[in-house]
């Protein structure tokens, strides 16, 4: 009982990153289990990841008044290679260094656009 409480403990303190991915992204991720990335990915050689503190500023900067997107959190912990290095303004982002698979998908919501914005859900 108390190995439970813990392992769920641990898993909420867990730090999740965020990936968006347009719907066929998503559906090609899911048929095949794993991905390079999106065309930016593959074009980059590496996987751009954001944080709770700058997924807002990613899904309107790189995705405005684009529906059918995804949202995907992934435990940071459980990725390898998995490097932050500095971007918009010198902030640290998550890279990863290899495919994406299904089984790294902590979850995925919809981001819905409402009035030309998307709508992020609860980030936890």
Do not use: C
């Not at 769920?8 to 303190?13: A, G, N, V, Y």
């Not at 347009?22 to 390079?36: K, M, N, Y």
Request: without cysteine.
């Amino acid at each position: 009982m108390m190995l439970d409480h813990f392992l769920r403990r641990l898993h909420d303190i867990a730090m999740l990153i965020y990936k968006i991915f347009r719907a066929d992204e998503w559906a090609a991720l899911q048929a095949d289990g794993h991905t390079p990335g999106a065309p930016v990915d593959l074009a980059d050689g590496y996987i751009h990841f954001s944080t709770a503190e700058t997924v807002a500023e990613t899904t309107a900067k790189y995705f405005a008044g684009e529906t059918g997107l995804v949202l995907l959190a992934v435990e940071a912990d459980n990725l390898s290679p998995l490097k932050w290095e500095p971007a918009r303004g010198g902030v640290l982002f998550p890279h990863l260094y290899r495919d994406l698979t299904l089984a790294d998908v902590v979850w995925a919501r919809d981001l819905p656009l409402v009035a030309g914005r998307h709508v992020l859900p609860d980030l936890t």
